[in-house]
C-alpha cells in the first residue's frame, strides 16, 4: 500500500543523545515536510524540502537537522537530544510544493526525552 | 506572521447532533485553508479544502466556506455519529513574499471532538 512509513514508532532518549527519525514515501512525491506535534499547539513545521537536494526551516528548527539525497527518504535527525524535544514527529509528503496541493501523513513517532 | 485560531476544545455532543467548530485566521494575501482529521493513534489525513474566498469543501457530511470578509473557515456537520470522534485541525498555507507558495501548513491548536452513543 502506497504511503509514508515512519520508524521507529516510538522511543525513550536520554538527555544528549544522538537519534534519528526515519521516513519513506513510495509515492514519488516531490515535496517532504517534519512536523512536530505538542498538545494545546497544533502541529508546527520544524523543516522541509521541496525536492531532491534541497532543504528548508520551518517555525521551530533548531537543535534540528534534515538532508534529502533521493525523492523518497527525508530523515530528521537530533544531533543532542534535550528534554523540550519530546514530542509526536509527523512526517508529510506533497506531489509539489505549493498552497494547493494535499499533504499526506505518516503515523508518526512518538520521542520521549529524559 | 500567520496564525490560525481554533474554538476551545474538547467538544462533547451525543450522535446526530448539529456540530460547529469555529476557525479564523490571520494570513496576507489569499491563502489556501484546509481541515485535517486525526483519528485516535494514526497521522493526519485531509478532510476538505478551501484555495479562494467564497469556496466551499466538502466531504463525509462536513462543509466548511472559506469567508475572507471575516477571515473564517468553520466546520460544519448537520448530524454527527459516534466514528466522527477525532482531533480536527484547521490549517492554512500562504502565498509567500513574490508570489511563490512551498506549501508550508500553518495549524491550529486542535479541537477534540468526542460523539456519544
Known amino acids: 500500500i502506497a504511503g509514508i512509513t515512519q520508524a521507529p514508532t516510538s522511543q525513550i532518549l536520554a538527555a544528549g543523545r544522538r537519534m534519528t527519525l526515519r521516513c519513506t514515501q513510495d509515492m514519488r512525491h516531490n515535496a517532504m515536510y517534519w512536523y512536530r506535534q505538542d498538545l494545546g499547539l497544533g502541529l508546527r513545521l520544524i523543516h522541509y524540502?521541496?525536492?531532491?537536494?534541497?532543504?528548508g526551516k520551518g517555525e521551530v528548527p533548531d537543535g534540528y537537522s534534515v538532508s534529502r539525497a533521493n525523492t523518497d527518504d527525508f530523515p530528521l535527525t537530533l544531533a543532542s537530544a534535550v528534554p523540550s524535544q519530546t514530542s509526536v514527529y509527523f512526517c508529510a509528503s506533497s506531489r509539489e510544493a505549493g498552497r494547493y496541493n494535499e499533504q499526506f501523513f505518516g503515523p508518526g513517532t512518538r520521542l520521549t526525552v529524559l | 506572521g500567520d496564525s490560525v485560531t481554533q474554538m476551545e476544545g474538547p467538544v462533547t455532543l451525543s450522535e446526530e447532533a448539529f456540530l460547529t467548530i469555529n476557525c479564523t485566521y490571520t494570513?496576507?494575501?489569499?491563502?489556501?485553508l484546509f481541515w485535517y482529521v486525526q483519528y485516535p493513534g494514526e497521522g493526519l489525513q485531509l478532510l476538505l479544502k478551501?484555495?479562494?474566498?467564497?469556496d466551499k469543501g466538502s466531504n463525509k457530511g462536513f462543509e466548511a466556506t472559506y469567508r475572507k470578509e471575516t477571515t473564517s473557515f468553520h466546520l460544519e456537520k448537520g448530524s454527527v455519529q459516534v466514528s466522527d470522534s477525532a482531533v480536527y485541525f484547521c490549517a492554512l498555507s500562504p502565498l509567500e513574499a513574490g508570489g511563490t507558495s512551498y506549501g508550508k501548513l500553518t495549524f491550529g491548536q486542535g479541537t477534540i471532538l468526542t460523539v456519544h452513543p
Open positions: 524540502s521541496n525536492t531532491a537536494g534541497t532543504t
Open positions: 494570513a496576507t494575501g489569499y491563502p489556501s
Open positions: 478551501a484555495t479562494k474566498a467564497d
